[in-house]
């Protein structure tokens, strides 16, 4: 069964850490993988992504802040979130750039594709 999971959120004061890891089973990442968020179900935003070659891009308000990484050996994509601000509220996903065989994909930020369920991150 291919599947992507998204783990590590949860509730936390302002200036907190929150480290967020995305496991994929049934498939290896061989793409790049997105971070997004989503903020009251409905409006998107790319956080980072980290491509096969391990550099990495960052959307402007998260440099700093978010570090993402990638464990080849466990399959996993981390996003190390310090600093966490209010804002920051939101359920986060990833996604890999290129689909795996046999991945089931469903409509999400404006596309169609391969997401796990999310996972909430909570700033207050």
């Known amino acids: 069964d291919v599947q992507l999971v998204e783990s590590g959120g949860g509730s936390v004061q302002p200036g907190g850490s929150l480290r967020l890891s995305c496991t994929g089973s049934?498939?290896?990442?061989?793409?790049?993988v997105e971070w997004f968020r989503q903020v009251d179900g409905h409006t998107c935003e790319l956080v980072s992504r980290?491509?096969?070659?391990?550099?990495?891009y960052y959307t402007d308000s998260f440099k700093g802040r978010f570090t993402i990484s990638q464990d080849n050996a466990k399959n996993t994509v981390f996003l190390q979130m310090d600093n966490l601000k209010p804002e920051d509220t939101a359920v986060y996903y990833c996604?890999?750039?290129?689909?795996?065989?046999?991945?089931?994909?469903?409509?999400?930020?404006?596309?169609?594709?391969?997401w796990g369920q999310g996972t909430q991150v909570t700033v207050s």
């Open positions: 049934g498939f290896i990442f061989v793409s790049a």
């Open positions: 996604t890999p750039k290129d689909t795996p065989a046999g991945a089931r994909m469903r409509p999400m930020c404006g596309g169609f594709g391969f």
């Open positions: 980290i491509n096969p070659d391990g550099t990495t």
